[in-house]
């Protein structure tokens, strides 16, 4: 059975950096389009960031170009978000979401196709 599990959150200060991955188990993830999202506590689940089957990426939020990356690693059937100079507002519960969209929605909430999504990680920026 297709199953997406995130990994690789955890407390770090500010001004770190932690690398979050989604991997796919049960499909070859190369074949999905991939959006991580993050929701903090009290606010609605915000799209950041998403590679499309074709490697293309989008960045919902200019902000975060300076200071996340998302990429692939077909070796690992994964797709990971490198994420640094975290701050506090950082801080929510990462997840990751494949669907078999050509390309990344507009509207990161608003997909083409039927999302598959792993259960989250929590990332907590505190010194």
């Known amino acids: 059975q297709a199953h997406l599990a995130e990994s690789g959150g955890g407390l770090v200060q500010p001004g770190g950096s932690l690398r979050l991955s989604c991997a796919a188990d049960?499909?070859?993830?190369?074949?999905?389009?991939v959006t991580w999202f993050r929701q903090a506590p009290g606010k609605e689940r915000d799209g950041l960031s998403c590679?499309?089957?074709?490697?293309?990426?989008?960045y919902y939020e200019d902000s975060l170009k300076d200071r996340f990356t998302i990429f692939r690693d077909n070796d690992r059937n994964t797709v990971s978000l490198q994420m640094s100079s975290l701050e506090a507002e950082d801080t929510a519960i990462y997840s990751c979401?494949?669907?078999?969209?050509?390309?990344?929605?507009?509207?990161?909430?608003?997909?083409?196709?039927?999302?598959?999504w792993g259960q989250g990680t929590q990332v907590t920026v505190s010194s």
């Open positions: 979401a494949a669907d078999m969209s050509m390309t990344c929605p507009h509207n990161p909430h608003n997909p083409e196709a039927t999302r598959l």
């Open positions: 049960g499909f070859t993830l190369d074949y999905y389009t």
């Open positions: 590679i499309d089957r074709s490697d293309r990426t989008t």
